[in-house]
Structures are given as C-alpha cells and as structure tokens.
C-alpha cells in the first residue's frame, strides 16, 4: 500500500492538471486559441528558462553521465527501428510515417520535468536524458514523415535544411545550450537572475500540462483505432517492456531510471500532431494517438512507478 501511495503520489497531480485543463476547456475557460498560445509560452519560454536554471545551478562535471546520455540516444535509435518495423503491418503508406512518430515521441521535457521533480524536487537527469534523446525526436519525425509524405516522393534539400534550422533554433536544446555553458564555465548566478527564472521556470508544468489537457478530444481518439492503439501500447509498454530491465541490469536508479522511464512511457507529445499536419499527413492518427496516450499515460506510469518502487529501485 505505501509503494501505491507513493506511485499515485507521483502520476495524480499530474493527471489532475490535466483534468483540471480539460474541465476548463469545457466551461469556455480555457479555449482551443488559448491552449495553442500556452502551448507556445512554455515551449519558448518557460521551458528553456527552467531546464536553464537546472543545469546552471548544478556541477555538470559531477552530475554529467556519458553512459546515461548515449544509453538514452541508443534505446531512442532501437525505439524507432522497432516502430519502424512494426509500421509495415500497415498498408496505408502515409499512415506509417505518422505510426513511426507517434510510438517513440514523448513528451519528455515537460513530463520529464514534471514528474522527477514531483518526486525527488529537482532533477539535473532530465536536461540529460533530453540531450541524448529529443534532437533525435526532430530529426527522426522529418525523415519518417518525409519518406511517406503523400505528396512528395522523399526527402529534398529544402526539407533537410528546414530540419536543420528546426534543430538549431529549438528552444528547449537552446536552453539546455546556455544552462550546459553557464555551469561549465562557473559563471556566477545573481539572486535576482535566480529568483527571476525560477518564478518563471514554476509556470512551465501546471500551464503546460493544463494546455495538454484542454487540447483534448475524445471524438479524435476513435478515428483510425487498430494502429492509434498499436503506437499506444508500444508508447506505454513495449518499450519498457524491452529497455526498462536494460537499464535496471546496467545499475540506473531513482531519478536517471524515472528519466528513462519518461523517455520510453510517457504520453505521446501534442508536436506530433502539429508536425504531422505541416508535412501534408492528415494528423489524424497523430492525434488519437496523443489522446489515447495521453489518458491512458497517468495509469501505464503508476503501474511501472508502482513497481520498480516495489521492487527498490526508487
């Protein structure tokens, strides 16, 4: 009973935002318009100044982990390949690329955030496990979606050079940048800049996952249901199922093995979506995949919460 205290400790007040966003949604609070503009504030601007302020307020020689971040680049690269794979069980070829997406691109920064500091308080493994799985997220979703775009045979110079400035421009890796330098050049912190990103940095998870949660739509979910729920069980289980007992058997614990965990299980990201519709996909199966996962997310990460603590890896 207290490890499910502590696993519903973890996943609730994030499931409730949510909730609380999508009841909001409802009673003409918070509107579509105004969950896509919060949306954008916390990925411009909320977001990068908090994993800024992780980063810079710790010892990145101390806290930096090579075998974290390649681990995470790695089961990132497998993660795809598998979706990839399981993707050609589908004959719609426009279909795959969206399945590719939505089974391995999760909302990592702001889940991961969420709940490492949910339970431990903060977290410098987040900013990491970000470094060596989100700029694989960009480049991978282009390609995927380039490859089986419907009105396009591939990808062109055009798109590549458009990935690339996407790359360089992404604010969260910006912010990861700047903390990353700050920390290794010792820079000094003033208590006003301090407080300031801080202030800032409180807004990014109860705005962002109330955003998530009024831009929910149960009549989205049912469209396209069989590869919706084949991307779904993959986001929230397969791929635990295979890299979770990985990392355990290679020693990650506590806050690196919840990173992990993030990075494989949590919802699928509401990007996918936005992405899927600006390269000529239809977006519907993007979005029910982000809406199945995203509802089903708070149950499949209490019950892995709820056992790696059962089984004293928390």
């Keep these: 009973m207290e490890n499910l205290i502590f696993s519903l400790n973890a996943t609730m007040p994030i499931f409730m935002l949510m909730v609380l966003g999508y009841f909001l949604n409802r009673i003409g609070w918070m509107d579509d318009v105004l969950a896509a503009k919060l949306n954008t504030f916390v990925f411009r601007v909320s977001l990068p100044v908090t994993l800024y302020n992780q980063l810079a307020g710790v010892d990145i020689y101390a806290a930096w982990d090579s075998g974290f971040v390649l681990f995470c680049f790695c089961a990132t690269l497998i993660s795809v390949l598998l979706a990839a794979f399981i993707s050609l069980l589908f004959p719609d070829k426009a279909e795959r690329g969206e399945l590719i997406q939505a089974s391995y691109r999760s909302s990592a920064a702001l889940l991961g955030l969420a709940f490492i500091e949910n339970i431990y308080g903060s977290s410098a493994m987040a900013p990491l496990m970000i470094i060596g799985a ?71 998870t109860p705005l962002g996952l109330m955003a998530m949660g009024a831009s929910f739509d149960f009549k989205k979910a049912s469209g396209k249901l069989k590869p919706a729920l084949a991307a779904s ?22 806050e690196k093995l919840v990173a992990i965990l993030v990075m494989l299980g949590s919802a699928t990201t ?38 790696m603590k059962s089984f004293g890896m928390l």
């Design 134 to 204: 989100v700029p694989l997220y960009n480049v991978v979703a282009v390609v995927a979606l380039s490859l089986t775009d419907p009105e396009q045979q591939g990808l062109d110079r055009e798109t590549l050079l458009h990935t690339l400035r996407g790359i360089v421009t992404n604010p969260i890796l910006i912010g990861i940048l700047i903390g990353l330098g700050w920390s290794l050049l010792k820079l000094p912190r003033p208590l006003i800049l301090t407080k300031t990103c801080a202030s800032v940095g409180a807004t990014a």
């Design 233 to 254: 069980f993959l986001k929230l289980f397969g791929f635990n199922l295979i890299f979770l007992p990985i990392a355990i058997r290679l020693g990650y614990r506590e």
């Design 270 to 307: 509401v990007s996918c979506y936005v992405m899927a519709k600006n390269m000529h996909h239809d977006g519907v199966l993007s979005s029910s995949v982000v809406m199945l996962t995203t509802l089903f997310s708070a149950f499949s990460l209490t019950f892995w919460l709820f056992l």
